[in-house]
Structure formats: structure tokens, C-alpha cells
């Protein structure tokens, strides 16, 4: 059996311990099936998972933060990119040092804005985008290349790119990504293999 199969036979054998825990089986699963095509290991995508949950639990455990903000945090590789808006210089600094002060994190991308917080329809925008410069992925002609390996993150119209690739499969993402409509800018935020 291979280690992916491995590992996903694991976490599909112990979901059954977790009786009343839904999301976290389910959450798990998804897990277990990302990590068969990812190039990061099993562990590191956990700990990139345990580490965009530590960020967003220290947002709402300050209070200022978390009534003055609208932030979001994903890790790709143990690079931290944070995305979204806060009222004040302050604050923005305070959620990048919180982020920093993360552990097991390598990097913190801060793409943070000073300003008003994005809109319902922004968010439904953003995440319009997102689909499509997935779907439009699956269109990368790269033999060995496979979609699922790239986060795709969109903040008002912005869309990050997070993923271990090779040059010329950057290269094709960007491409990709970058004639998707209402795509304003792409940001590349890859680790090169």
C-alpha cells in the first residue's frame, strides 16, 4: 500500500472514533484525499491546517481585532498569507505579529488593507473568481501537472496562487489565472521544487 493510502485508510479508520464530530470526519476525509495528490507530506498538510486555525483563534481572542477586522489566513508550506481588511495601522500590525508569532511558520505574506471591510457581494465576487481560475486550471496541457496541488485565494478581485511547482508549471498557472475575468492582478506566492 502506498503512503497516501496509508494515511487515508488511517483517518478513515479512527473517524469512527470521533462519534458526534461531523465536520471533523468529514474534515479529516478531505484531508486524507488532498494529501494523496499534494507534494507537501501528510504532516505538513495538518500542520498547515492547525496553523490557520491557531491564527484565526488568536483574531477573535483579541478583542479589537476581532470586532475591528475582516481578516482571513491560509498556509501553504508554512508560509502564512493573510488576506483582508482592518480599520488601523495598528491593528494590521498587531494581526502580522500575532501571525508571526505562530508557530511553525516559516513566512508571513502580509496582503493586508487598511479600510473598510469587503462586502457581501465582494465576498460572492471573490468567490466566483476562485471557481473559475480553478476550473480554469484544469486546463494547464502540462503532463504531470495536476490542479488540485494550487491554492487559490481571491481578495477584491486579487487572486493568490500558493503551491510547490515547478518554474514552467508556474509559468502556465499564472497564465491561466491571469485571463480569467474580473481578475485584476495575480499574485504568485509559490515555493519552486
Known sequence: MTRPASILLILLLTA???????????????????????????????????????TLSAVEDDPALAARSRVAAVSYNHVLLLTGQVETPELKRRYVELARNIPKVKRVVDEVEVGTPTTLTEESRDAYITSKVKLALFDVDLPTFDPSRIKVVTERGVVYLLGLVTPEEAAAVVEKARYVGGVKRVVKIFEYI
Open 16 to 54: 469512527g472514533l470521533l462519534q458526534g464530530c461531523g465536520a471533523l470526519v468529514v474534515g479529516g476525509a478531505a484531508t486524507g484525499i488532498a494529501v494523496i495528490h499534494d507534494r507537501r507530506s501528510a504532516q505538513t498538510v495538518l500542520e498547515d491546517k492547525e496553523i490557520q486555525l491557531r
